[in-house]
Each structure stands twice: as C-alpha cells, then as structure tokens.
C-alpha cells in the first residue's frame, strides 16, 4: 500500500468513502471499529455528562474554501472544557447533508466545530444540525460572497463569536468516534446537539451549490453506546 504523500481522495468514485481505508498507509484507521459519523437512536439518558459551557471569544471571519469543505478558521482563545480537560477551537466547517442522522432521516446541512486537546491530541467535535426554516442573519453577512474556489478565503472586517451558530438549548448526544474525513483517527468525542439550528432553504442552497454532497455515510456502532444529556 503507497504511502499518503498526494493521494487524493473524495466523496464520489473510486476515491470515495468505500475506498478511503485502502488508498494509502495512513487511511488504514476509515475501517476501523470507532468510526463517524453515526446513526443517532434509542440514546441512552446520562445526565452525569455535564454541561456544555463553551467559552468562546470574539473572531475575525476567514473563511476558507479547502476543496472538500467550507471552513471557518478562527482566532485563538476560544476554548471547551469537557471532564476537566480543555479544548482549543481550531477551526469550523459545513457538511451538505448532514453526516450524523437521527432515527435514520438527515438534516439538509450540519457545522462541525473542531477542539483539540493540545496535552492529549484528542479532539472534541460539537456537530450542530440545520434544519430549513428562516434566515440566518449571521450567515446573510457573507453568503453572497462564499469563496467559488479551492484555496480562496473570504475574509472581512466582521467580528463574531462562533456560538452564534448554537441553538439556545445545548442538551446533546454524546459518543466516541473519529474524524468523518481520511485519516479517519479515532481519538474524538463527539457532542451532537439535539436542537438544530435554521437557516433558509435559500441560504443551504448557497453552501450546497459549492459543496454538493460532502457527507461521509454514516459507520456501524459496533457496540458504542450514545448518550444523551438533557440540558
């Protein structure tokens, strides 16, 4: 098997995600036992788990256009506590449709926001639902100016804190898995929140039309629990 120096891979073909673990050494880990996204269904209530309490600062937008995924890179500062540890923001990005399902059905667009663990390497993801309703006012700041091509970013003198992008409830589905693109490392705790946001079916259309279906199917569970806490 080659080695991963400039291997592509995609979302469609023979680079697709069926293929992912077979492409190079180091996407061996995409057909391993702790994998993401998943089905959400019969959740098993934990209200040990604890708040979500994110402490997230004030950013510059910067919006990059990385060829598999709009992502939003941040300022540091902005940090996550779970089980004690803390977590540094990196970065957010969109997926069109959503990666994680509930009960079988997506959503038509999902956030991942992105922390790492700088002690450990481990990563804490909160994936946040979209569902189509009415306009976000945040998103309308930029939408019309979404970066078309790969390597563009789109950056403005806008200021924001990332949370704007969390519905006021932040109960959520708690497991462990790994990143949803090659390598595919399962080192992530993943926090699924249970209320979406909306965005209007204009605006999702917006990120899809650059995106199009940039969604990992979702991987067995393979014993995993989910957990829920209730807020």
Request: net charge negative; aromatic share 10%.
């Amino acid at each position: 098997m080659p080695s991963c120096d400039g291997v592509e891979w995609s979302y469609t073909g023979t680079e697709g995600p069926g293929e992912w673990e077979f492409l190079c050494t180091d996407y061996t880990t995409c057909g391993g036992e702790r994998q993401s996204p998943v089905n959400i269904s019969n959740a098993v209530a934990d209200n040990t788990l604890g708040n979500l309490v994110p402490a997230y600062q004030e950013t510059g937008l910067s919006l990059l256009n990385n060829g598999h995924t709009l992502q939003f890179n941040v300022d540091a500062g902005s940090t996550l506590d779970i089980d004690g540890q803390t977590y540094n923001l990196l970065q957010f990005h969109t997926h069109t449709h959503s990666e994680h399902t509930l009960n079988n059905q997506d959503f038509p667009m999902e956030f991942h926001f992105v922390h790492k663990n700088d002690a450990t390497g481990d990563l804490a993801v909160i994936g946040v639902w979209v569902s189509t309703g009415t306009t976000n006012p945040f998103i309308s700041t930029f939408v019309d100016n979404l970066p078309m091509e790969e390597g563009e970013t789109l950056s403005t003198g806008d200021r924001f804190t990332p949370n704007v992008l969390f519905p006021d409830n932040l109960s959520y589905y708690s497991y462990e898995g790994s990143l949803t693109t090659p390598p595919c490392s399962e080192i992530v705790h993943w926090r699924v929140l249970k209320n979406s946001i909306q965005l209007s079916a204009d605006q999702i259309a917006s990120f899809e039309a650059l995106e199009h279906t940039n969604a990992r199917p979702v991987q067995d569970l393979n014993g995993r629990e989910v957990l829920v806490f209730e807020e």
